[in-house]
């Protein structure tokens, strides 16, 4: 009976050994946290739509692709349910992310099948080509903007799981808000361009003129108040023209429509910094929120977006 009275000797020796590791472990975490609090470091990009508990948080990747899924439904003259819908079918069928495998041979942000006529895999694969795709199909279901959401997307995609849609219905409409313009400066994102290739001005006219339209072809800044305090960095930076509405309300909307879609796809394309009308992102503000225009980046008149590239 003696030797398992002295079996919980080594446990008790080691607890103070476990102790002042775990302090070193906790110590060591706070160090790491303060530093990156003190340097301001961002940690791995990210974005996010909303607040409180009504709040969407995705990666540059997803952001990237659900602005090329409201931008090609917008340039279709589509209203912003179609842009929910659409947004709502691509979370359920590839939580935003043009994949390149599927039930079958599924492909893309809406795993469409080449097998089922909707065009090869390389045509599949780009978003604009899939995305329009969905609003071609969308399209011919009649009165799609007051059926439900399930039974809309449904009609388009013959989906074996139709109810699945419906979850997605409350981040769906979060991101068309933000994504068509109708809720200002809502899209934060966070990227890094600090190092890297520098930002490409006839890429960023591409992927404009791609999703929107011709349009919106940037023209380069030459001088003037969208270049005042630039200097150098007025060479890589474009200027969009923001095509004039009826009214001011809806020449804002496109404004900030274009503006979202910019800070969504900065890590892509480079951008370092997206201004307009009194409010400007920068890709090196840890925040990733919309700031007041500062005096090197003067406020634009409402018809242009400042869209400035990484050098």
Known sequence: MSEPSRLPRPAR????????AAFAVLLGLVAYV????????????????????????????????????AAVGTSRGLPERAVTIALATALQESALRNIEHGDRDSLGLFQQRPSMGWGTPEQILDPVYSSGKFYEGLEKVPGYSRLPL?????????????????????????????????????LTCTADVAEGRPGDPARV????????????????????????????????????????????????????????????????????????????????????????????TPPTDGTTVLIRLAR
């Open 13 to 20: 020796r080691g607890r103070p050994a476990r102790l002042v």
């Open 34 to 69: 303060t530093v990156h609090y003190v340097t301001g470091s961002k940690g791995a990009p990210r974005c996010s739509i909303g607040t409180g508990t009504n709040r969407y948080e995705f990666t540059p990747e997803q952001a990237s692709n659900a602005a090329t899924i």
């Open 150 to 186: 399930t039974v809309a997307a449904q009609k388009v995609q013959r989906s074996g799981f139709p109810q699945a849609y419906a979850k997605h219905e409350p981040d769906a409409t979060l991101l068309s808000a933000a994504l068509t313009g109708r809720a200002p400066a809502a």
């Open 205 to 296: 006219r591409d992927e404009l003129v791609r999703a929107f339209g011709e349009a919106t072809a940037p023209k380069p800044v030459t001088g003037g108040a969208a270049a005042a305090g630039a200097n150098a960095a007025a060479a890589t930076a474009v200027e969009l023209a923001v095509p004039i509405r009826d009214s001011r309300a809806s020449r804002e909307q496109r404004g900030w429509e274009l503006a979202q879609w910019a800070v969504a796809r900065a890590g892509d394309l480079r951008i370092a910094e997206v201004a307009y009308g009194d409010r400007v992102w920068t890709a090196d503000d840890s925040s990733g929120d919309w700031e007041p225009s500062r005096s090197k």
